[in-house]
């Protein structure tokens, strides 16, 4: 495990992470981290899209409910640096700080994960389960897609957010810190990866 999460985390996320050392070093001291009336307002904010409960009701936007801490600090370091850029949210991170992005991040990933949107498919989810099998996906994501450390939940994700993410990273339209994902789906159709989101929604 160790030996995985070193082998895939890129420099890239390594600097996102040292972003934010110092104000780890801070939120040791100051367990848990105090919301603020303005990161309440914030929070409020995020969940005009991403869902009164962190899951989302909007086509094709995710749910981060649930999702591992360290996944969500990293995607909106990424997204306020830029490196990410996502048109809708740019106004909304542009202003975070450190502290501000670790406390939404703590906040959103202790909510609970419950899949919204299309309902998967009996059918393509067997379709999804050998192409998953074969191409390793728990390996990453964890033994039931829950998400490890910098690598997102894939089970009650949204399915059509999966996948529009899939197609984006297989056209190398989903930049960031790391590239393994893209590597990870070359050899799918766009078949395999509608089955395999309606396979990953549903575990
Ligand atoms: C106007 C709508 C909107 C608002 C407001 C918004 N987001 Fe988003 N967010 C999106 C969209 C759309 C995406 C997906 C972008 C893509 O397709 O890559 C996204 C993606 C994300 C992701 C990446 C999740 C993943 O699974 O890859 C995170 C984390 C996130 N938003 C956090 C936040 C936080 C925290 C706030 C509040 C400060 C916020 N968002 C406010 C629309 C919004
Ligand atoms: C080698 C490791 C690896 C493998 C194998 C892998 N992934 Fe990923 N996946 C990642 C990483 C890392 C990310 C986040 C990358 C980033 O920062 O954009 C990711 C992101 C995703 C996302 C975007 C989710 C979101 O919330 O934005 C989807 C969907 C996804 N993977 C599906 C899959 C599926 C389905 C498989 C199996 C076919 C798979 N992955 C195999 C490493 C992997």
Avoid: W
Avoid at 75 to 95: I, N, S, T, Y
Avoid at 173 to 192: E, F, L, Q
């Amino acid at each position: 495990m160790a030996e995985r999460s070193g082998k895939y985390r890129s420099q890239g996320i390594f600097l996102a992470a040292a972003l934010l050392v110092a104000s780890s070093l801070q939120a040791l001291a100051q367990v848990p981290p105090p919301v603020s009336a303005k990161l309440r307002e914030r929070i409020e904010v995020c969940k005009t899209c991403h869902g009164a409960d962190g899951n989302s009701q909007m086509e094709k936007i995710p749910s981060l409910a649930g999702q591992p801490e360290y996944f969500l600090l990293n995607q909106l370091v990424l997204m306020r640096e830029g490196v990410r850029p996502v048109k809708e949210m740019a106004e909304f991170v542009k202003d975070l700080t450190d502290e501000d992005i670790q406390s939404l991040s703590a906040y959103f990933s202790k909510l609970v994960p419950i899949l919204t949107g299309p309902k998967p498919d009996p059918a393509l989810v067997a379709k999804g389960k050998p192409v998953a099998e074969k191409l390793l996906c728990v390996s990453c994501h964890g033994k039931k897609l829950e998400g490890v450390e910098q690598i997102p939940r894939l089970s009650g994700q949204r399915i059509d957010y999966m996948i529009a993410a899939m197609r984006a990273y297989r056209m190398d339209k989903r930049p960031g810190a790391d590239t393994t994902m893209s590597a990870a789906i070359a050899s799918a159709s766009d078949g395999d990866l509608v089955a395999l989101a309606h396979y990953a929604a549903s575990r």
